[in-house]
């Protein structure tokens, strides 16, 4: 196994020889940039071999443009410049030049500033075989028909490329690789059970010719024809993963040689001239830097965009056009100088960030025979769409119907995982790395089960910038290879087994490069003419040959006669193809003119911008922007539409006038069918418009009114409503004094249980039934009696049979008396004097019975809610003093009478008979009894309805100082509505 000086270190921690200093001052001071020094190691073996491509007086114009703008439109940033901004200096817009860092290295700005694409003409820097300088290229590696299988594989649903590459170990390995069968397993004395991986190639040794062939060559053709490529390493730290990517003056990695393909690739290609753009980042504790920023200046840099299928946004992120491998030299000094590196307990130069280098390839047909057009300015200043990371300066355009193909190598160097080290700011730094890695792990993990059980599970991409910046690539939309490091040493194999797991993950993600291009609108709508042109022509071609009258040759003529109904039929279904075809082609052209009049007046693409699609990751000013393009292509739309509109109106007219019969030609029968048609459609539509107009006023009618009524509805709402409050305080006055009168009932019953005792007591107990009897006394009906002074007894109280009106009514006696009809009793329809031999049929009742032998004080007719069926049994006496004639009649003063009546109940009836009567307070002047005779009499019973039949009635008009008795015995019952009664009776 061939070994490396390099290795030897590793045995131990190596003294502190980091890449760049980082010496003194606290930790984050050590990690400012220093001063850029050579690296003896970075493409040394290439500088040499420089040879601009570019004129002198090219050059002097660049200088020129270094303290002047551009003679180009500027074009606007993914940000708008704010001078106030703590970013100034930094070099993105040609606006901007003289904003550079506080005080850099002179001599530096000038290099770096030079090849800035903000500041050159896309058009004098471009790269065709003819400039790309031999010594530039190594075109052995480019072999035809290795190029072609490479070539057919490109585009197609693929898969990520993983390899593995085992860095030489110092005696002790764990690992034993199979170069042949691709595989690599951990050697017997350190596995409890076989482990062993399988990828798409597995590597040894220290040379990095055969890494690049195997990892990455194909990714780099892939790119320059037009697919985004990306190749990263992946491992833990000190594993070799910058000596892969970047590698040694000795042996140089993956970067310089992929730069040297690039252009060895331009050399063999004859047929296209490049733009090739670099730029260089590094993501350091989930920042990104600008590496490509001048000393001093500013370099943070914004990552936007990335949604699904959406480009990512690096803002502002320098890009530096390249022509030559020294160009391509330089920036790569440059970046690794700036790299943020450091010694760590196993790695004297670690990388304490990713770093990620990308070339955006920009590329389009060469103009015959020409070489590249130097000094042409672009003439609208139109940009063609970057991979989203190309937002700074002027891009190649396309132009003389040669579309322009961009994609965009990247080349990636992930900072490795690593344990806690001794050193505080490593571990922090350590803590991003591994975050960030665990992020990529997870990402891998699902992109890879979504492809393989066919799902769409949500990918966290925007869980780290690292993720985020490798969105679209992941997405699919990339050839991706994978290198995995593994470091041999037994101590390592835990991470070293991560590793290789992780790269069976990465297989399974699936991968559609596309390739992207933007076409000359010009080119195409000119193409689209011919072609409409040419069917134009055969569609003439046609009509006339199903003409039959037009002045033809004979033998044309001849044809035209032979020719079949079916032949005909076909030919009108082609001549129906064509014109569509036309209108079809016509339609885009249309849509084309509008993309090339939107450049044209300064929209920064050159396709029609979708109002639809908005990426929220954008900032304002880009929304703006987007609206503005948007607004821009709507108003012209617009106008075209209008013009067309017109052109279309202008051709039926005078497609209509020749159409239109001579008066010598009498018209056909079908131009007259056809005629009608179009006048049937004409009424149709002018009767869909009538009825349209007509529903419209009926709807305008219809709310009219109710606007109007509206004030109407409201009053009368309020005044129900005020209603209902006066009634619910009648109510709550009602309770007030039936709880008053339970209090007196309570009171009289005590009393007149007291009675009951004492008429026990005499010895008078047994002419009537018990006190607590719940045998109801059949009693002769009609006993009433007049000022009479006997009670009865009292009959059970029987609640349980239908507890209803507990008021202080009863009857006695056998009879019944029932209700159906609506009760209203008829002024003065009856009367009687006496209230002995009466039926009393009130409401229906419990049989609560409460006598009274006094006459007086006055009873009460309390008011209470009725249950919808009742059933009482008892009897009761109830004396309650003299009782009045008076003529029947309503009581008057209640007004809410009529509806109290509606709710009682609808049926009363009493099995029995006695006395019925009602009490009246001494204050209710109008309130009456009505008791029926013999009879169904309705009555209005302290304002329940009932009716009586029995033996006769007491009528009275109540006075002051009038009372009433009752005695009643007999089953009640009732039915009807939930009723409360606020009457006073
Ligand atoms: N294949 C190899 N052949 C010879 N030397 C190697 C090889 N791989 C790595 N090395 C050496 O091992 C050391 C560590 O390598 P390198 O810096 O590339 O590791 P790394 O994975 O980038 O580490 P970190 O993640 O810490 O940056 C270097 O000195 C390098 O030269």
């Given at each position: 196994?061939?070994?490396?000086?390099?290795?030897?270190?590793?045995?131990?921690?190596a003294?502190?020889?980091?890449?760049k200093?980082?010496?003194?001052?606290?930790?984050?001071?050590?990690?400012?940039?220093?001063?850029v020094?050579?690296?003896?190691?970075?493409?040394?073996?290439?500088?040499?071999?420089?040879?601009?491509?570019?004129?002198?007086?090219?050059?002097?114009?660049?200088?020129?443009?270094?303290?002047?703008?551009?003679?180009?439109?500027?074009?606007?940033?993914?940000?708008?410049?704010?001078?106030?901004?703590?970013?100034?200096?930094?070099?993105?817009?040609?606006?901007?030049?003289?904003?550079?860092?506080?005080?850099?290295?002179?001599?530096?700005?000038?290099?770096?500033?030079?090849?800035d694409?903000?500041?050159?003409?896309?058009?004098?820097?471009?790269?065709?075989?003819?400039?790309?300088?031999?010594?530039?290229?190594?075109?052995?590696?480019?072999?035809?028909?290795?190029?072609?299988?490479?070539?057919?594989?490109?585009?197609?649903?693929?898969?990520v490329?993983?390899?593995?590459?085992?860095?030489?170990?110092?005696?002790?390995t764990?690992?034993?690789?199979?170069?042949?069968?691709?595989?690599?397993?951990?050697?017997?004395?350190?596995?409890?059970?076989?482990?062993?991986?399988?990828?798409?190639?597995?590597?040894?040794?220290?040379?990095?010719?055969p890494?690049?062939?195997?990892?990455?060559?194909?990714?780099?053709?892939?790119?320059?024809?037009?697919?985004?490529?990306?190749?990263?390493?992946?491992?833990?730290t000190?594993?070799?993963?910058?000596?892969?990517?970047?590698?040694?003056?000795?042996?140089?990695g993956?970067?310089?040689?992929?730069?040297?393909?690039?252009?060895?690739?331009?050399?063999?290609?004859?047929?296209?001239?490049?733009?090739?753009?670099?730029?260089?980042?590094?993501?350091?504790?989930e920042?990104?830097?600008?590496?490509l920023?001048?000393?001093?200046?500013?370099?943070?840099?914004?990552?936007?965009?990335?949604?699904?299928?959406?480009?990512?946004?690096?803002?502002?992120?320098?890009?530096?056009?390249?022509?030559?491998?020294?160009?391509v030299?330089?920036?790569?000094?440059?970046?690794?100088?700036?790299?943020?590196?450091?010694?760590?307990?196993?790695?004297?130069?670690?990388?304490?960030?990713?770093?990620?280098?990308?070339?955006?390839?920009?590329s389009?047909?060469?103009?015959?025979?020409?070489?590249?057009?130097?000094?042409?300015?672009?003439?609208?200043?139109?940009?063609?769409?970057?991979?989203?990371?190309?937002?700074?300066?002027?891009?190649?355009?396309?132009?003389?119907?040669?579309?322009?193909?961009?994609s965009?190598?990247?080349?990636?160097?992930?900072?490795?995982?690593?344990?806690?080290?001794?050193?505080?700011?490593?571990?922090?730094?350590?803590?991003?790395?591994?975050?960030?890695?665990?992020?990529?792990?997870?990402?891998?993990?699902?992109?890879?089960d979504?492809?393989?059980?066919?799902?769409?599970?949500?990918?966290?991409?925007?869980?780290?910038?690292?993720?985020?910046?490798?969105?679209?690539?992941?997405?699919?939309n990339?050839?991706?290879?994978?290198?995995?490091?593994?470091?041999?040493?037994?101590?390592?194999?835990?991470?070293?087994?991560?590793?290789l797991?992780?790269?069976?993950?990465?297989?399974?993600?699936?991968?559609?490069?596309?390739?992207?291009q933007?076409?000359?609108?010009?080119?195409?709508?000119?193409?689209?003419?011919?072609?409409i042109?040419?069917?134009?022509?055969?569609?003439?071609e046609?009509?006339?040959l199903?003409?039959?009258?037009?002045?033809?040759?004979?033998?044309?003529?001849?044809?035209?006669?032979?020719?079949?109904?079916?032949?005909?039929?076909?030919?009108?279904?082609?001549?129906?193809?064509?014109?569509s075809?036309?209108?079809?082609?016509?339609?885009?052209?249309?849509?084309?003119?509008?993309?090339?009049?939107?450049?044209?007046?300064?929209?920064?693409?050159?396709?029609?911008?979708?109002?639809?699609?908005?990426?929220?990751?954008?900032?304002?000013?880009?929304?703006?922007?987007?609206?503005?393009?948007?607004?821009?292509?709507?108003?012209?739309?617009?106008?075209?539409?209008?013009?067309?509109?017109?052109?279309?109106?202008?051709?039926?007219?005078?497609?209509?006038?020749?159409?239109?019969?001579?008066?010598?030609?009498?018209?056909?029968?079908?131009?007259?069918?056809?005629?009608?048609?179009?006048?049937?459609?004409?009424?149709?539509?002018?009767?869909?418009?009538?009825?349209?107009?007509?529903?419209?006023?009926?709807?305008e009618?219809?709310?009219?009114?109710?606007?109007?009524?509206?004030?109407?509805?409201?009053?009368?709402?309020?005044?129900?409503?005020?209603?209902?409050?006066?009634?619910?305080?009648?109510?709550?006055?009602?309770?007030?004094?039936?709880?008053?009168?339970?209090?007196?009932?309570?009171?009289?019953?005590?009393?007149?249980?007291?009675?009951?005792?004492?008429?026990?007591?005499?010895?008078?107990?047994?002419?009537?039934?018990?006190?607590?009897?719940?045998?109801?006394?059949?009693?002769p009906?009609?006993?009433?009696?007049?000022?009479?002074?006997?009670?009865?007894?009292?009959?059970?109280?029987?609640?349980?049979?239908?507890?209803?009106?507990?008021?202080?009514?009863?009857?006695?006696?056998?009879?019944?008396?029932?209700?159906?009809?609506?009760?209203?009793?008829?002024?003065d329809?009856?009367?009687?004097?006496?209230?002995?031999?009466?039926?009393?049929?009130?409401?229906?009742?419990?049989?609560?019975?409460?006598s009274?032998?006094?006459?007086?004080?006055?009873?009460?007719?309390?008011?209470?809610r009725?249950?919808?069926?009742?059933?009482?049994?008892?009897?009761?006496?109830?004396?309650?003093?003299?009782?009045?004639?008076?003529?029947?009649?309503?009581?008057?003063?209640?007004?809410?009478?009529?509806?109290?009546?509606?709710?009682?109940?609808?049926?009363?009836?009493?099995?029995?008979?006695?006395?019925?009567?009602?009490?009246?307070?001494?204050?209710?002047?109008?309130?009456e009894?009505?008791?029926?005779?013999?009879?169904?009499?309705?009555?209005?019973?302290?304002?329940?309805?009932?009716?009586?039949?029995?033996?006769?009635?007491?009528?009275?008009?109540?006075?002051?100082?009038?009372?009433?008795?009752?005695?009643?015995?007999?089953?009640?019952?009732?039915?009807?509505?939930?009723?409360?009664?606020?009457?006073?009776?």
């Amino acid at each position: 196994m061939s070994t490396n000086p390099g290795t030897s270190k590793l045995a131990k921690p190596a003294p502190f020889t980091p890449k760049k200093p980082m010496n003194g001052g606290t930790s984050m001071d050590r990690l400012t940039r220093a001063t850029v020094t050579p690296n003896p190691n970075l493409l040394a073996s290439t500088h040499k071999k420089y040879k601009a491509p570019i004129s002198s007086d090219v050059k002097a114009r660049l200088r020129s443009n270094s303290s002047k703008p551009t003679t180009l439109a500027p074009i606007p940033s993914s940000r708008p410049t704010s001078p106030t901004k703590s970013d100034n200096g930094r070099p993105r817009t040609p606006g901007t030049p003289t904003k550079r860092g506080s005080t850099p290295d002179p001599s530096l700005v000038r290099a770096t500033s030079e090849m800035d694409v903000t500041n050159v003409d896309p058009e004098d820097v471009l790269v065709d075989f003819q400039t790309v300088e031999p010594a530039d290229v190594s075109l052995g590696e480019l072999d035809e028909a290795w190029l072609k299988t490479v070539q057919a594989d490109h585009g197609k649903e693929d898969k990520v490329m993983v390899s593995v590459r085992l860095r030489p170990g110092d005696g002790k390995t764990a690992w034993q690789p199979s170069v042949s069968t691709n595989s690599i397993h951990l050697d017997p004395v350190h596995a409890k059970t076989p482990t062993s991986f399988t990828f798409d190639a597995v590597l040894t040794g220290s040379a990095n010719k055969p890494i690049f062939a195997t990892v990455a060559r194909s990714h780099v053709v892939a790119a320059m024809e037009g697919f985004n490529a990306v190749v990263f390493a992946y491992g833990q730290t000190a594993s070799g993963k910058t000596y892969t990517l970047s590698g040694t003056e000795a042996e140089p990695g993956i970067i310089p040689r992929a730069m040297r393909q690039v252009f060895s690739y331009i050399r063999r290609t004859e047929s296209r001239e490049y733009l090739l753009r670099c730029s260089y980042l590094e993501i350091y504790n989930e920042q990104i830097h600008d590496l490509l920023a001048p000393p001093g200046a500013p370099n943070k840099v914004e990552l936007q965009g990335g949604t699904v299928g959406g480009d990512i946004i690096l803002a502002p992120l320098r890009e530096e056009v390249v022509t030559s491998i020294k160009g391509v030299q330089d920036v790569l000094k440059r970046g690794e100088s700036h790299r943020r590196t450091a010694c760590t307990d196993w790695n004297e130069r670690s990388s304490r960030s990713h770093s990620v280098f990308r070339l955006v390839i920009e590329s389009r047909e060469r103009a015959d025979g020409s070489i590249p057009s130097s000094g042409r300015a672009t003439p609208s200043g139109r940009q063609t769409p970057g991979l989203g990371a190309n937002h700074g300066g002027p891009r190649l355009q396309a132009r003389d119907g040669r579309s322009v193909q961009t994609s965009v190598l990247s080349l990636i160097d992930l900072a490795g995982s690593e344990k806690a080290t001794s050193d505080k700011e490593r571990t922090r730094e350590g803590k991003y790395i591994n975050t960030s890695l665990l992020t990529l792990g997870t990402v891998i993990g699902k992109l890879s089960d979504n492809a393989t059980k066919q799902k769409n599970d949500h990918i966290p991409f925007r869980d780290s910038k690292l993720t985020r910046l490798l969105q679209p690539s992941l997405s699919g939309n990339a050839r991706i290879s994978v290198i995995c490091t593994i470091n041999p040493d037994p101590s390592a194999i835990a991470e070293s087994t991560s590793t290789l797991q992780f790269a069976q993950r990465v297989k399974g993600v699936k991968l559609h490069a596309q390739k992207k291009q933007v076409v000359d609108t010009e080119a195409l709508i000119e193409r689209y003419r011919k072609e409409i042109e040419d069917l134009r022509r055969r569609l003439e071609e046609k009509e006339n040959l199903l003409d039959t009258n037009g002045k033809d040759e004979e033998p044309l003529k001849a044809k035209k006669r032979r020719m079949s109904a079916q032949e005909k039929a076909d030919e009108s279904q082609a001549m129906h193809d064509l014109q569509s075809r036309i209108q079809q082609l016509t339609k885009l052209i249309l849509t084309s003119q509008t993309v090339s009049e939107e450049s044209a007046g300064g929209s920064s693409d050159s396709r029609p911008v979708s109002p639809v699609k908005i990426d929220f990751d954008l900032s304002p000013y880009e929304l703006q922007q987007q609206l503005l393009a948007a607004r821009l292509q709507l108003s012209s739309q617009s106008t075209q539409i209008l013009s067309l509109e017109a052109a279309l109106e202008a051709a039926q007219s005078s497609r209509v006038e020749s159409e239109a019969p001579s008066p010598s030609q009498p018209a056909s029968e079908d131009d007259r069918d056809k005629e009608n048609d179009r006048e049937r459609l004409i009424q149709d539509q002018a009767k869909m418009i009538e009825e349209q107009g007509r529903k419209i006023r009926q709807l305008e009618d219809r709310s009219h009114p109710l606007s109007e009524d509206l004030p109407r509805q409201l009053e009368e709402e309020k005044r129900k409503r005020e209603e209902k409050e006066r009634w619910a305080e009648e109510l709550v006055r009602q309770l007030d004094k039936e709880r008053k009168a339970r209090i007196q009932l309570e009171d009289e019953r005590r009393a007149l249980q007291a009675f009951v005792s004492k008429f026990d007591s005499l010895g008078l107990g047994s002419t009537i039934p018990g006190s607590n009897s719940s045998t109801p006394i059949s009693s002769p009906a009609g006993a009433g009696r007049r000022r009479s002074s006997a009670a009865f007894g009292i009959p059970s109280y029987s609640s349980d049979l239908g507890a209803a009106r507990r008021r202080r009514s009863s009857a006695f006696g056998i009879g019944a008396s029932s209700l159906r009809q609506p009760l209203f009793p008829t002024s003065d329809s009856s009367s009687s004097s006496s209230l002995s031999s009466s039926t009393s049929v009130t409401t229906a009742s419990s049989a609560t019975s409460i006598s009274s032998i006094s006459s007086s004080p006055p009873s009460k007719s309390i008011s209470r809610r009725e249950s919808r069926d009742s059933l009482g049994l008892g009897m009761s006496l109830q004396l309650t003093g003299t009782s009045e004639s008076s003529p029947l009649r309503l009581p008057e003063g209640h007004s809410n009478m009529p509806s109290l009546l509606e709710q009682m109940p609808e049926e009363a009836w009493v099995l029995g008979g006695g006395a019925g009567d009602v009490s009246f307070e001494e204050e209710e002047k109008e309130a009456e009894s009505i008791l029926g005779l013999g009879s169904r009499v309705p009555s209005v019973v302290g304002g329940m309805k009932s009716s009586s039949v029995g033996f006769g009635s007491g009528v009275g008009k109540k006075e002051p100082g009038t009372v009433r008795f009752s005695t009643s015995v007999g089953v009640f019952g009732g039915h009807g509505k939930e009723n409360v009664t606020p009457f006073k009776g």
